[in-house]
C-alpha cells in the first residue's frame, strides 16, 4: 500500500511539473530594424518570407512559445543615419510601432536590428561611407533613445551579414566595402560589452554566424544580381531569408532564456 501511495505521488509530481513547465510561455513582441534584408527585398513574398517573419515562426514553435507579435521595420536602402533618432526620418515609425506594445507588461518587448550593409558602401547610401567609431556612435544613439522610451525592453543587435566583394548595383560597395562592413562587427561587441556593466541584462550580441553562413552558401542562399561589376550576390532568396530567420530566432531564443 506504501508503496502504491509513492507511486501515485510520484505521478501527481510529474503531472503538475509538465503542466508547469507547460504554461511558462514566452509572450513576445519584436521590432526588427532594418534595411532591405529585413525588409525582404527581392521576395516574391516578404510577408511570408521575410528573415522576420520566419524568425517570429521559429520562436512560436519552441516549447516555451508563445504568442509571438512583431512588426518589420526593414527599409530598403537605409543606413544607421537614417534610423538616429535625432533625423526624425525613420525612428518615428519605430516608435509608432513600439507603443502599440509598450501596455503589453504581459509580453517582452524586443527590438531586434541588423544595420550596417548600406552605412559600408562607398558610394550611394545616406552617410555612406560611415566609419566604424561612426557606426559605433550611431548605434549607441539609436540604442539610448530606445531604452530611454522602453525600460524594461530588450535589444538585440546581430552582425550585418555577407556580400559579395564585387557588390554593386545603384551603389557600390566592393571589396572595399566588405572590409568595412567586417570592421563593424567588433563595434557591436563593444558596445555590447559597454551596456551589459551600464544596463545589464538588456542588450546582447545576437546572431553572429550569418556572415559566415552567406560567405559559404552564396549560391543556393542570396539570389544572383547583375550590376555594373559583373553578378554579384546581396539579399537572401526565399532558403536564405529562411535560414537567417532560423538564425535571428535562435539568438532571441537564447535572449529571452538568461
Same mark, same amino acid.
Request: charged residues 20%; aromatic residues 12%.
Given at each position: 500500500?506504501?508503496?502504491?501511495?509513492?507511486?501515485?505521488?510520484?505521478?501527481?509530481?510529474?503531472?503538475?511539473?509538465?503542466?508547469?513547465?507547460?504554461?511558462?510561455?514566452?509572450?513576445?513582441?519584436?521590432?526588427?530594424?532594418?534595411?532591405?534584408?529585413?525588409?525582404?527585398?527581392?521576395?516574391?513574398?516578404?510577408?511570408?518570407?521575410?528573415?522576420?517573419?520566419?524568425?517570429?515562426?521559429?520562436?512560436?514553435?519552441? /516549447?516555451? =512559445?508563445?504568442? +509571438?507579435?512583431? %512588426?518589420?521595420?526593414?527599409?530598403?536602402?537605409?543606413?544607421?543615419? !537614417?534610423? $538616429?533618432?535625432?533625423?526624425?526620418?525613420?525612428?518615428?515609425?519605430?516608435?509608432?510601432?513600439?507603443?502599440?506594445?509598450?501596455?503589453?507588461?504581459?509580453?517582452?518587448?524586443?527590438?531586434?536590428?541588423?544595420?550596417?550593409?548600406?552605412?559600408?558602401?562607398?558610394?550611394? /547610401?545616406? =552617410?555612406?561611407? +560611415?566609419?566604424? %567609431?561612426?557606426?559605433?556612435?550611431?548605434?549607441?544613439?539609436?540604442? !539610448?533613445? $530606445?531604452?530611454?522610451?522602453?525600460?524594461?525592453?530588450?535589444?538585440?543587435?546581430?552582425?550585418?551579414?555577407?556580400?559579395?566583394?564585387?557588390?554593386?548595383?545603384?551603389?557600390?560597395?566592393?571589396?572595399?566595402?566588405?572590409?568595412?562592413?567586417?570592421?563593424?562587427?567588433?563595434?557591436?561587441?563593444?558596445? +555590447?560589452?559597454?551596456?551589459?556593466?551600464?544596463?545589464?541584462?538588456?542588450?546582447?550580441?545576437?546572431?553572429?554566424?550569418?556572415?559566415?553562413?552567406?560567405?559559404?552558401?552564396?549560391?543556393?542562399?542570396?539570389?544572383?544580381?547583375?550590376?555594373?561589376?559583373?553578378?554579384?550576390?546581396?539579399?537572401?532568396?526565399?532558403?536564405?531569408?529562411?535560414?537567417?530567420?532560423?538564425?535571428?530566432?535562435?539568438?532571441?531564443?537564447?535572449?529571452?532564456?538568461?
Amino acid at each position: 500500500m506504501k508503496r502504491i501511495r509513492v507511486i501515485v505521488s510520484l505521478l501527481l509530481c510529474i503531472t503538475f511539473c509538465s503542466y508547469a513547465l507547460g504554461e511558462e510561455k514566452k509572450n513576445l513582441n519584436i521590432v526588427f530594424i532594418g534595411n532591405s534584408i529585413t525588409q525582404g527585398a527581392l521576395l516574391e513574398d516578404p510577408r511570408h518570407d521575410a528573415p522576420p517573419v520566419k524568425a517570429a515562426l521559429y520562436l512560436r514553435k519552441q /516549447p516555451t =512559445g508563445g504568442t +509571438v507579435r512583431y %512588426s518589420n521595420q526593414g527599409v530598403s536602402g537605409s543606413t544607421t543615419l !537614417d534610423f $538616429l533618432p535625432q533625423n526624425e526620418s525613420l525612428f518615428p515609425k519605430v516608435v509608432q510601432v513600439a507603443d502599440q506594445f509598450k501596455d503589453e507588461t504581459w509580453a517582452t518587448l524586443i527590438f531586434s536590428i541588423m544595420l550596417g550593409t548600406n552605412d559600408s558602401a562607398i558610394t550611394g /547610401p545616406n =552617410g555612406a561611407p +560611415v566609419s566604424p %567609431s561612426d557606426y559605433y556612435g550611431n548605434m549607441k544613439s539609436i540604442v !539610448d533613445r $530606445l531604452l530611454a522610451l522602453y525600460p524594461d525592453c530588450k535589444i538585440v543587435l546581430h552582425r550585418p551579414v555577407w556580400y559579395s566583394p564585387n557588390t554593386y548595383n545603384g551603389a557600390k560597395y566592393l571589396e572595399e566595402g566588405l572590409n568595412r562592413l567586417q570592421s563593424y562587427y567588433p563595434q557591436l561587441q563593444a558596445l +555590447v560589452l559597454d551596456y551589459s556593466k551600464r544596463f545589464p541584462g538588456q542588450v546582447f550580441m545576437g546572431d553572429t554566424e550569418g556572415f559566415d553562413y552567406f560567405k559559404t552558401h552564396y549560391e543556393t542562399d542570396l539570389f544572383p544580381e547583375e550590376g555594373n561589376a559583373g553578378t554579384f550576390y546581396l539579399h537572401p532568396n526565399k532558403k536564405g531569408a529562411a535560414a537567417l530567420g532560423e538564425l535571428w530566432g535562435k539568438a532571441i531564443q537564447k535572449v529571452i532564456g538568461n
